[in-house]
C-alpha cells in the first residue's frame, strides 16, 4: 500500500509562486496515475493536475498556463508548480495516486490513497 505525504504549502501573495511536493512509500505498482486536488471551505474537492508514469499529464482549465505537475521518478516525488498564484487558489491541497487510466484523471472517486493535504493561503 503506498503512502503519500505533501509538503510545500504556505502563504504568500497575489503573483506569487509555490512549489508542492507529494513524498510517495511503500509498494506502488509501476503503472499508475496521480493528481492534484484541492478543496476550499464549503466548495466541493477539485482536480487540477494529473500524471501518469508515461508522462502523459491533464490540467483543468482554472490552472492551465499557471500550474505544472511532474514528477521525480527517483525520489518517488510528484510535483506541483504554481504560478501566478490568485486569493481563489487559497485551499487545502492533495495529492493522490490511482490505477492507470488513457488519460490520467481529474476525478476524485477515480484515486483511492490520498495525502494529508497541504494548506496554501494566497492574500489580495
Known amino acids: 500500500q503506498v503512502k503519500l505525504v505533501e509538503s510545500g504549502g504556505g502563504s504568500v501573495q497575489d503573483g506569487g509562486s509555490l512549489r508542492l511536493s507529494c513524498a510517495a512509500s511503500?509498494?506502488?505498482?509501476?503503472?499508475?496515475?496521480m493528481a492534484w486536488f484541492r478543496q476550499a471551505p464549503g466548495k466541493e474537492r477539485e482536480g487540477l493536475a494529473a500524471?501518469?508514469?508515461?508522462?502523459?499529464?491533464k490540467y483543468a482549465d482554472s490552472v492551465k498556463g499557471r500550474f505544472a505537475i511532474f514528477q521525480d521518478n527517483a525520489k518517488d516525488t510528484l510535483y506541483l508548480q504554481m504560478n501566478t498564484l490568485k486569493p481563489e487558489d487559497t485551499a487545502i491541497y492533495f495529492c493522490a495516486a490511482g490505477r492507470h487510466w488513457a488519460v490520467p484523471p481529474l476525478t476524485p472517486s477515480q484515486y483511492h490513497t490520498w495525502g494529508q493535504g497541504t494548506q496554501v493561503s494566497v492574500s489580495s
Open positions: 511503500g509498494r506502488r505498482s509501476t503503472t499508475y496515475s
Open positions: 500524471i501518469d508514469n508515461e508522462g502523459h499529464t
